[in-house]
């Protein structure tokens, strides 16, 4: 009776945390827009594992990355960015409130992702060199998105 007793306890607080986690402001967004990033790294850890010599270079698994890349850069995902769903209102976001203020550029860095990306797609099929070379545009523009808009890490 005592293990169905603590059963019940525990069962009770992990729902309790859930809802908990459900209430929180934009939760529902806030882990879309997750997945969609870590989706984006996977790509880019198979890109470049590539480019860094960590695996070989195969075209074909080098364009099916690129292609996915342009395709999860591509999906207009403006719904799971709104206004408020920063780090500062749910600490489940990673977001900077600096990112929805006027004149934060981030459609100018959001042009240079797809742009990146898009000239990845080009190269990762055609050999290593071209992969290598567009490596470096890709992760600047990931870069200088996180680096203004995203909470430090360490």
């Not at 470049?48 to 695996?55: L, R």
């Not at 099916?64 to 489940?92: C, E």
Request: proline share 3%; net charge neutral; with cysteine.
């Amino acid at each position: 009776m005592k293990t169905f007793f603590a059963g019940l306890t525990i069962a009770s607080l992990a729902v309790a945390g859930v809802a908990t986690a459900q209430d929180a402001p934009f939760a529902r967004e806030i882990k879309a827009r997750q997945g969609i990033m870590v989706y984006r790294a996977m790509q880019l850890g198979v890109l470049g594992g590539m480019a860094k010599g960590e695996v070989e270079y195969n075209a074909e698994a080098a364009q099916k990355a690129a292609d996915n890349l342009v395709t999860a850069v591509s999906i207009d995902a403006s719904m799971l960015w709104p206004k408020g769903s920063d780090n500062s209102a749910n600490p489940a976001s990673t977001a900077l409130a600096a990112m929805w203020e006027d004149g934060s550029g981030i459609g100018d860095k959001a042009k240079a992702l797809n742009d990146a990306a898009a000239a990845m797609q080009a190269a990762a099929g055609t050999g290593l060199d071209g992969l290598k070379t567009a490596m470096g545009p890709v992760g600047e523009a990931c870069g200088a998105c996180h680096k203004a808009f995203r909470v430090p890490t360490n």
